[in-house]
């Protein structure tokens, strides 16, 4: 049985992890509409994996026998200035979610759920690959410093992103 204190800090994540993938839908939406189709793609399989993420939180409550409480999500934004913009956007996201998810640690560690703990690990391994994938695409934007070919170029290669869905072992926590 999870405690209350547990339950309302992973209800938290689950409906942060909701924002997460509403926010790369509307940044998905942004490339889509200047047709930067494939900085759109990276953004949509990225939604993808968020909405993964918060599934991974419903299933773990339940399991533990807590109760899953959703709440309303907040309209994320709708523009940005560039793409270097988006992604600078999204390496400070990846960061916040990172701080989440080691609060989370934190409160499973005091309050000496180890199943909690061992469920977390998966997402601080996780939030390291986000953070380190945001962050080479934010680091080839800047290295273009402006430079238009340069743009399609890494376009055309974050097309190539596809979603792949865990597996059920690592689905089920």
């Known amino acids: 049985m999870v405690s209350e204190k547990i339950e309302k800090a992973l209800n938290n994540q689950l409906n942060a992890e909701l924002y997460s993938a509403y926010l790369y839908l509307s940044m998905s939406a942004y490339f889509k509409s200047g047709n930067l189709d ?11 994996e968020e909405l993964t993420h918060a599934k991974k939180f419903y299933d773990f409550l339940h399991q533990r026998g807590g109760r899953v409480t959703l709440g309303a999500i907040e309209a994320p934004p709708t523009h940005w200035e560039s793409p270097e913009a988006v992604f600078k956007a999204t390496v400070a996201h990846e960061e916040k979610v990172t701080g989440l998810i080691h609060e989370l640690v934190d409160i499973a560690m005091a309050e000496r759920d180890h199943a909690a703990q061992i469920f977390l690990q ?11 994938s945001a962050n080479a695409v934010l680091q080839k934007l800047q290295f273009l410093d402006g430079a238009r070919g340069g743009l399609f170029m890494i376009d055309r290669e974050l097309a190539q992103r596809t979603f792949t869905p865990p597996s059920e072992t690592e689905t089920s926590g």
């Open 122 to 132: 998966w997402f601080v391994t996780e939030q390291v690959e986000e953070e380190e």
């Open 38 to 48: 494939g900085f759109a793609n990276w953004m949509y399989v990225q939604a993808q």
